[in-house]
């Protein structure tokens, strides 16, 4: 069974950082990258970042150059998003998707296949 599990949300100060965890498990066949998107409360769901497996290329979203980090770990199946310099902003739930063949549309949704449930970030005084 195919799943996606982020962690690491949670309640941070502005100025602070967070780190997230996508772990993927139950996949039969490779897949070829795994992307960041958020959802703010009466937003739509927007892309954050992606990154290919084969050899770690690395996308970005404008707002998200500069202060988020995306990596990932090849033998634990995971991906990571690091976020500094957090600002209330960034509040949101944040998931990590799957494309099981890359696309260069990496920004839309519908270039995904699988889809984790989320994890709350929230940046308040």
């Known amino acids: 069974q195919v799943q996606l599990v982020e962690s690491g949300g949670g309640l941070v100060q502005p100025g602070g950082s967070l780190r997230l965890s996508c772990a993927a498990t139950g996949f039969t066949s490779g897949y070829e990258a795994i992307g960041w998107f958020r959802q703010a409360p009466g937003k739509e769901r927007e892309v954050v970042s992606c990154?290919?497996?084969?050899?770690?290329?690395?996308y970005y979203e404008d707002y998200a150059k500069g202060r988020f980090t995306i990596s990932k770990d090849n033998a634990k199946n995971t991906v990571y998003l690091q976020m500094n310099t957090l600002k209330p902003e960034d509040t949101a739930v944040y998931y990590c998707?799957?494309?099981?063949?890359?696309?260069?549309?990496?920004?839309?949704?519908?270039?995904?296949?699988?889809w984790g449930q989320g994890t709350q970030v929230t940046v308040s005084p």
């Open positions: 998707a799957v494309q099981m063949v890359w696309s260069s549309s990496w920004k839309l949704e519908g270039s995904y296949d699988y």
């Open positions: 990154i290919t497996w084969s050899d770690g290329s690395r």
